[in-house]
């Protein structure tokens, strides 16, 4: 694994409640020779600048100085192709399911084409929530003991942090014909499109604002299994477009 590979890829936590933990997860990165961490809306502002941080990042200082703490998850993931989202919970809706063997050739494919990756954990309690998680490419789980399939954060960004140097380090196997993978959308592109969709379909009478049963969550999950190209949401940004212009 070299630099330009690592400088690819974005570690994000979303709304961490113990600076411990932010520490560790410094600390881990720096080990394994990765750098971009963000923070989005720790429960505690400037959560890396405490002494807990400091002390359990045990001399990861400049990962913990170099961190940026976000007001939202949209801003961490911008101008990124490939989302993993981090968790063991089924979802009736939400972006395709995948084990993290999986996510790791995701990411090689990625890294290999030059395209900017993020992996998101949640908060310690009860992990990514439902709306998080809504804007990953794809859901990722850990083979863990399924009857306890539970990781602290900071040791389960250390485990994915561990294997994914081991993946980066190999060679990627020769893409098919030597195609260069497709210019994706990035994850925020598709949720401001959904938006924009929302407010088509109820200009046009299809979707009843007070009772939109579940049309938004099946189609977001039609559009994460998709993988939206940057032309494919201005094409669908223009049929809204369309859509509102009825009204």
Same mark, same amino acid.
């Given at each position: =694994?070299?630099?330009?590979?690592?400088?690819? #890829?974005?570690?994000?936590?979303?709304?961490?409640?113990?600076?411990?933990?932010?520490? &560790?997860?410094? %600390?881990?990165?720096?080990?394994?020779?990765?750098?971009? *961490?963000?923070?989005?809306?720790?429960?505690?502002?400037? #959560?890396?600048?405490?002494?807990?941080? #400091?002390?359990?990042?045990?001399?990861?200082?400049?990962?913990?100085? &170099?961190?940026?703490?976000?007001?939202?998850?949209?801003?961490?993931?911008?101008?990124?192709?490939?989302?993993?989202?981090?968790?063991?919970?089924?979802?009736?809706?939400?972006?395709?399911?995948?084990?993290?063997?999986?996510?790791?050739?995701?990411?090689?494919?990625?890294? !290999?084409?030059?395209?900017?990756? !993020?992996?998101?954990?949640?908060?310690?309690?009860?992990?990514?929530?439902?709306?998080? *998680?809504?804007?990953?490419?794809? %859901?990722?789980?850990?083979?863990?003991?399924?009857?306890?399939?539970?990781?602290? *954060? !900071?040791?389960?960004?250390?485990?994915?942090?561990?294997?994914?140097?081991?993946?980066?380090?190999?060679?990627?196997?020769?893409?098919?014909?030597?195609?260069?993978?497709?210019?994706?959308?990035?994850?925020?592109?598709?949720?401001? =499109?959904?938006?924009?969709?929302?407010?088509?379909?109820?200009?046009?009478?299809?979707?009843?604002?007070?009772?939109?049963?579940?049309? #938004?969550?099946?189609?977001?999950?039609?559009?994460?299994?998709?993988?939206?190209?940057?032309?494919?949401?201005?094409?669908?940004?223009?049929?809204?477009?369309? =859509?509102?212009?009825?009204?």
């Amino acid at each position: =694994m070299n630099f330009a590979e690592a400088d690819l #890829i974005r570690w994000v936590l979303v709304e961490t409640s113990h600076p411990g933990n932010v520490g &560790s997860a410094a %600390r881990a990165l720096k080990t394994m020779g990765f750098a971009h *961490l963000r923070l989005i809306k720790p429960k505690i502002k400037d #959560i890396a600048q405490e002494s807990e941080a #400091i002390a359990l990042a045990s001399g990861a200082s400049d990962i913990l100085e &170099s961190s940026q703490e976000l007001p939202s998850l949209e801003s961490a993931l911008e101008g990124c192709s490939l989302v993993l989202g981090l968790t063991s919970r089924d979802r009736e809706f939400g972006p395709p399911p995948i084990d993290w063997k999986s996510g790791r050739g995701l990411i090689q494919e990625a890294v !290999a084409n030059h395209q900017k990756v !993020a992996l998101v954990f949640g908060t310690e309690r009860t992990g990514l929530e439902n709306e998080h *998680l809504a804007l990953c490419t794809h %859901r990722v789980w850990l083979d863990a003991n399924p009857a306890y399939p539970s990781l602290n *954060l !900071a040791q389960a960004l250390m485990v994915c942090a561990f294997t994914l140097r081991e993946t980066l380090n190999t060679s990627p196997a020769q893409m098919q014909g030597d195609q260069a993978l497709p210019d994706y959308a990035d994850p925020s592109a598709v949720a401001a =499109m959904l938006e924009h969709w929302r407010d088509g379909l109820e200009a046009i009478g299809y979707l009843n604002p007070s009772h939109p049963k579940k049309l #938004i969550p099946r189609l977001q999950a039609l559009f994460s299994r998709s993988r939206l190209h940057k032309e494919e949401v201005d094409l669908l940004r223009g049929i809204a477009k369309q =859509m509102l212009l009825r009204k």
